[in-house]
């Protein structure tokens, strides 16, 4: 039942109280994303495998992710997002008691996999509040501002708390401790969060639905490919041009279908589009370019002639900072948006990133250089992050909120993706260059921040022209 509009002060307890449950949810999402991190190496370890083998556990929850969350998304609109947030936190709980308990790298693989539909709740919890305060992008952004600073929080408190227990707990211990958090958050969400109306049609288009996870799949298949057998092989290039193959069936399909998984026709509309575009290109930097700068940081300069020789200390405070500007600007970016406008803060926050990255090309000597740098691209990341949610419900009806909500998810892994083929192959053709061992030379790092500064800029001059169509400077 939607909420009461009698006044004001009646509907922003509720949405408080909303959120506050809401936040809950993002604080596990967030130690979901920051608990294994200093734990890698210990699981492989555990798990009897080179490190190198623990690429494929970002492979394949990427891969799952993708594949899901449009179809998800869609499902909270038709059925209810609460029910959605439901059910993908159900299923990412029994995912990570099986990570727990896998006896082995298969079956760990496939429930670390299967923990991917996690990423789903950030596009359906501003879907939820989006249609609950009937489309008011301020208190949206603001609600989204929050999720995304507890987000962070959780990134955070995750990673320590795991650096603190490793020495503690056995792995199995180790591994309970998030399934027992999302196994809380699931009850967090039955009890604490309403439900949002559903809208449309009850009927999942599952034509629609088989071929866009048959076009994801082969797609994000092709590019892990590129990663992992490297493009000489022409199973990358199969895949992807069977992923290509199903674009047209698709949008065929889509274009006749009444109420279609991915509305092709308000995705053409140009500000719905300029967003996705612009979420796909910001995906390049804040989903591909971690872990090169990690390594870039572990890399002894006595050796290769660049890097830092970090500590893992020192990596963590890189990372820390880092985490710590996105929830800066997260937190901001309601202010700057009623100040330039929805689409000028974007692409304000876009030009954050660009400079961020920019800034690395030129210096990157010191630990305390780079950490200035990544936090100037923090601060736009933790806009981006918070707000393109927001900017994309905005720009559709109430009835194709979550759809396009997860769509911004969608396109940010996909851009992710094709990101860390592309890295992949800029350090390691890079590496071919000089007698550095193991190691990728300073060429591949500089490459790799260029096209990530570069993406920014083309996110945001999408996000500038969508400014132009929604009337300039005018604030919302």
Not at 37 to 65: C, K, M
Not at 240 to 262: K, N, Q, S
């Amino acid at each position: 039942m939607e909420q009461s509009t009698r006044s004001g002060g009646d509907v922003v307890p509720k949405i408080a109280a909303v959120v506050g449950f809401l936040v809950v949810v993002e604080l596990t999402s967030g130690v979901i994303q920051g608990y294994f991190t200093p734990l890698y190496t210990d699981i492989a370890r555990h798990l009897g495998i080179h490190d190198a083998d623990v690429n494929w556990f970002e492979a394949a929850q990427l891969l799952v992710s993708a594949v899901t969350v449009p179809v998800l998304a869609r499902l909270g609109d038709m059925v209810g997002h609460k029910r959605v947030l439901m059910l993908s936190s159900a299923i990412t709980a029994c995912a990570a008691w099986g990570v727990a308990f896998a006896p082995n790298f298969w079956l760990f693989l496939i429930a670390w996999a299967l923990m991917g539909p996690y990423v789903v709740w950030l596009p359906l919890e501003i879907a939820l509040v989006h249609r609950r305060t009937k489309g008011d992008s301020s208190r949206t952004r603001t609600a989204a501002a929050v999720l995304v600073l507890a987000l962070e929080v959780g990134v955070i408190a995750g990673a320590l708390t795991s650096g603190a227990l490793q020495p503690v707990f056995g792995m199995t211990g180790l591994l309970a401790i998030p399934a027992f958090a999302i196994t809380a958050c699931f009850v967090v969400i039955w009890f604490g969060v309403p439900e949002t109306p559903p809208t449309g049609s009850h009927r999942l288009d599952l034509p629609g639905a088989a071929l866009l996870c048959g076009l994801l799949l082969a797609v994000m298949a092709g590019l892990m490919l590129v990663r992992f057998v490297g493009p000489g092989s022409p199973w990358p290039w199969l895949a992807l041009v069977v992923g290509a193959g199903l674009v047209v069936p698709f949008g065929r399909h889509e274009m006749r279908h009444p109420d279609p998984v991915i509305d092709v026709r308000l995705l053409r509309e140009r500000r719905q589009l300029s967003v996705q575009l612009a979420t796909g290109l910001f995906g390049f930097s804040v989903l591909g370019a971690q872990i090169p700068l990690s390594t870039f940081a572990r890399t002894d300069p006595d050796v290769t002639g660049s890097g830092l020789g970090a500590s893992a200390g020192g990596v963590s405070m890189l990372i820390g900072g880092y985490v710590l500007s996105m929830g800066l600007g997260a937190v901001t970016a309601p202010a700057l948006a009623k100040r330039l406008g929805e689409f000028g803060a974007l692409a304000v926050a876009a030009c954050f990133v660009a400079l961020g990255y920019g800034l690395n090309v030129v210096s990157h000597g010191s630990v305390f250089g780079l950490l200035v740098n990544m936090m100037i691209a923090g601060i736009g990341s933790g806009a981006l992050v918070a707000a393109l949610p927001v900017a994309a419900a905005g720009a559709a009806p109430a009835s194709h909120t979550g759809q396009m909500t997860g769509l911004t998810n969608m396109a940010k892994t996909v851009g992710g993706a094709i990101a860390s083929s592309i890295f992949a192959l800029c350090l390691a053709s890079a590496g071919q260059t000089e007698d550095v061992g193991d190691h990728a030379p300073l060429g591949g790092y500089l490459a790799v921040w260029a096209i990530c500064s570069a993406t920014a800029v083309g996110a945001a001059l999408l996000l500038w022209r969508a400014r132009r169509m929604s009337g300039g400077l005018k604030p919302d």
